[in-house]
């Protein structure tokens, strides 16, 4: 399963950014955990939200980022609002057929290649 996230660029403080996360012509996500993560210059990849028989999210995202899937597209989106120059990172979409907890990155499997949000003041 090969997935890839669009959508990345430069935005403003306080603007908003939708990312996209698709597997081109391979198996829907309708029955995997799809996830997103973050990682920033020198941190830890990060929990942020994820989709599953639900949405979640990471208290530093809630209320601001929306996470929804369309099956027919075999694409999950993440949509972001009020952006922060914390939000700066390189963000990732993992697909989960494994279960376990979706926070935790161990958990998932296949990985998108990234794409860089960075967000000015």
């Known amino acids: 399963v090969q997935l890839q996230a669009f959508g990345g660029g430069l935005v403003q403080a306080g603007g908003s950014l939708g990312l996209s996360c698709s597997t081109p012509?391979?198996?829907?996500?309708?029955?995997?955990?799809v996830g997103w993560f973050r990682q920033a210059p020198g941190k830890e990849r990060e929990f942020i939200a994820a989709?599953?028989?639900?949405?979640y999210y990471a208290d530093s995202v809630k209320g601001r980022f929306t996470v929804a899937r369309d099956n027919a597209k075999n694409t999950v989106y993440l949509q972001m609002n009020r952006l922060k120059t914390e939000d700066t990172a390189i963000y990732y979409c993992?697909?989960?057929?494994?279960?376990?907890?979706?926070?935790?990155?161990?958990?998932?499997?296949?990985w998108g290649q990234g794409t860089l949000v960075t967000v000015s003041s």
């Open positions: 989709i599953s028989d639900g949405t």
């Open positions: 012509g391979r198996t829907p996500f309708s029955n995997p955990t």
């Open positions: 993992a697909a989960n057929f494994m279960g376990g907890p979706l926070t935790d990155k161990a958990n998932y499997n296949y």
